[in-house]
């Protein structure tokens, strides 16, 4: 009989008994009652019992003297239907109204995982489109979209793609706009990179941002695939990951999806309620189809604590059934963080600056190349200031924001 395995952590008083506990939630979730049922109805049931697989009692003590425990429950897979929802809904629908109660993991059974076929084109297919590979890679965003025209955003992707940045994305906040619309970001902006491909040799992707009511976005999505859009930013959390988990799978579609974690805040922030952020913004997101995940960096001005950063990156690039996520560590990334991220995140990760691009004293291009200096760089094991002393532009970025190390 296949089993999800469900890993809960339980904030509690000194004396509560958690194997109790962990077998209300077993039962709670799945037939409701045991010990009074007759044994006919208990060997017709028993197939869809849940089991308490283990209980880590009071393994931390919190600051207000409560305690926390880890515990981990079993389903049959027969209980639920193959989907993201009935998952969610079966181990922490109304258990996640029940108390201090936090989802920190999910493991799937190898057959489920075949209804979660996950990226499409994942770390390895993003990095064949652009043909890089001994890297990480490097994003810039728009900044300041609200009130601007066409004119003013194309400007900006110019002057991102001369930078040499190998992703660009709209602002998750980039709606439809009658300024900037859906359809005419898409043709302007395949007709600029173009042209600056043409003038550096550099590739340079631009990410749009899917939005609209839940109904409209395959059409949406579709018309992006057919005006030769290059990838996706999606606000999944907004929406729900089996939306996107719908979009990645359909054939007609077939675009990179980038997910963004604006919402995700509230459901991972508290350490006694919701879910871990590795979780929800590694494991389900990658099992759902991103194939870029972005996440607060821990060095930024929204900082995750590193441990939870770094519990998002081993889920996005664990080996699994499915193809690997890029992770995507952000905001208040400029150029002297550059050795620290590669340093925790290794190559596999992609580098997504904002501020550190387009506040650098000469531009979104002096900004770029400040980036792709330093990680050249780190990558060939070149010390920093050697680098800076022949690059201007690495130069007046650490001039200005200066290193971060731990």
Not at 132 to 144: A, E, N, Q, T, W
Not at 260 to 285: C, D, K, M, R
Not at 376 to 389: F, G, K, M, R
Request: charged share 25%.
């Amino acid at each position: 009989m296949s089993e999800l395995l469900a890993t809960y952590v339980l904030t509690h008083r000194e004396n509560e008994e958690m194997d109790r506990k962990a077998e209300q939630i077993a039962l709670g979730l799945t037939v409701g009652s045991w010990t009074d049922l007759p044994q006919l109805k208990k060997e017709q049931l028993k197939k869809h019992k849940g089991r308490v697989v283990n209980v880590n009692e009071k393994f931390a003590a919190t600051p207000n003297g409560l305690f926390q425990s880890e515990v981990t429950i079993a389903y049959p897979e027969a209980n639920f239907s193959a989907d993201i929802p009935a998952v969610l809904t079966t181990i922490f629908g109304k258990l996640s109204l029940d108390g201090k109660i936090k989802l920190v993991d999910i493991e799937f059974s190898t057959a489920f995982k075949k209804n979660l076929p996950g990226p499409v084109f994942g770390i390895e297919g993003i990095r064949k489109k652009l043909n890089v590979y001994d890297r990480p890679l490097l994003m810039s965003i728009f900044k300041g979209v609200i009130g601007r025209d066409m004119a003013d955003l194309n400007e900006q992707l110019r002057l991102q793609a001369l930078g040499g940045v190998d992703f660009i994305k709209d602002d998750e906040i980039l709606f439809e706009s009658p300024l900037a619309p859906f359809e005419d970001r898409i043709k302007e902006g395949k007709r600029i990179l173009k042209e600056t491909y043409e003038e550096t040799g550099h590739r340079t992707l631009y990410a749009v941002n899917l939005t609209g009511r839940t109904f409209d976005l395959r059409d949406k999505a579709l018309k992006a695939a057919e005006l030769g859009a290059d990838a996706l930013l999606f606000n999944v959390h907004a929406y729900g990951l089996d939306v996107m988990q719908s979009l990645a799978e359909d054939s007609e579609i077939h675009l990179p999806i980038m997910a963004h974690p604006a919402v995700s805040g509230a459901y991972t922030s508290s350490p006694e309620y919701g879910f871990s952020t590795s979780l929800l913004l590694g494991t389900l997101n990658r099992y759902a189809g991103a194939d870029l995940s972005l996440f607060p960096s821990p060095y930024g001005s929204v900082a995750l604590p590193k441990a939870e950063a770094l519990g998002i990156y081993e889920a996005c690039l664990k080996e699994d059934t499915v193809k690997r996520t890029f992770p995507v560590p952000s905001a208040g990334i400029h150029p002297g963080m550059v050795p620290q991220l590669i340093k925790d995140f290794g190559i596999d990760h992609v580098i997504n600056a904002g501020g550190g691009i387009h506040g650098h004293p000469r531009g979104a291009i002096g900004g770029g190349k400040a980036f792709r200096s330093i990680i050249d760089a780190v990558i060939n094991d070149i010390p920093v200031e050697q680098q800076a002393s022949s690059c201007s532009d690495l130069q007046a970025a650490l001039d200005l924001w200066g290193r971060v190390e731990d």
